[in-house]
């Protein structure tokens, strides 16, 4: 099992305001504003611009699940809007040899 893996289609969105209760317009253009402001300010200094890094996509790690012969299954996480489990195991097919 891997656990509250950061989706990368759903944290941009997450930083934006969108899930917030009260999200409207102008929030989210001056969230918008802001995170630029961050994201310029960091690599002008050389540092990580944001924790995307670590994010995978489901279907990369599917994709790598299946080619070793895996099966996959995505439960969204409890907590976070944008984060996620995948429990990763044996195939039926690989558990009869």
Do not use: C
Not at 27 to 32: S, Y
Not at 47 to 59: E, K, M, Q, T, V
Not at 82 to 88: D, E, G, L, M
Request: proline share 4%; net charge positive; no cysteine.
């Amino acid at each position: 099992m891997l656990f509250d893996i950061l989706d990368p289609r759903l944290y941009p969105l997450w930083k934006m305001g969108l899930f917030s209760q009260d999200a409207d317009l102008w929030k989210i253009l001056r969230k918008i504003g802001f995170e630029f402001k961050v994201m310029l300010s960091a690599s002008l200094s050389n540092r990580p611009r944001d924790i995307l890094g670590f994010a995978h996509n489901p279907y990369a790690v599917k994709k790598i699940a299946d080619r070793y012969g895996f099966e996959t299954i995505f439960v969204k996480s409890m907590y976070y809007e944008y984060k996620y489990h995948a429990i990763i195991s044996r195939t039926s097919e690989a558990q009869k040899v």
